[in-house]
């Protein structure tokens, strides 16, 4: 997984860690998300990330090992996909952007924006 703008301004962008500082890097600067250039955020939603090839792949191995039983158990098993956190920012110059973040990162996070 990796962390990225998903919409609004700097949509595409990466989202990095730079000397403890989460940033949005641009082909030029680094746009940091601190409590002094963001006016406000917002833990939106979690969303689960799960590759369809791995969800069919365990319910497949689980069908072969247990059965019809086994074949959702396995399928669910890759439901359990590691989850990221979707955050909507509003920065003080204006610009709004959403952003997704690691489970592990969006501790980091909240830990430096409070």
């Keep these: ?9 700097y949509e ?3 989202v990095v860690m730079r ?6 890097e641009t082909e030029s600067s680094f746009i940091a ?5 963001v006016s406000s955020w917002e833990l939106s939603t979690e969303k689960r990330s799960t590759s ?3 969800m069919i792949g365990r319910g497949f191995l689980g069908g072969l090992v247990l059965g019809p039983i086994g074949a959702g158990i396995g399928a669910y098993s ?3 996909g590691q989850a990221e956190k979707v955050i909507q920012i509003v920065f003080k110059d204006g610009k709004k ?12 996070f909240n830990f430096y924006m409070s």
């Design 19 to 24: 000397n403890n500082i989460f940033c949005i």
């Design 78 to 80: 890759a439901l359990k």
């Design 97 to 108: 952007t959403i952003i997704t973040l690691s489970n592990d990162d969006f501790v980091k």
């Design 52 to 54: 369809a090839v791995s």
């Design 33 to 37: 998300i601190t409590p002094r250039t």
């Design 12 to 14: 595409g962008y990466p």
């Design 1 to 9: 997984m990796r962390n990225k703008v998903i919409y609004g301004d």
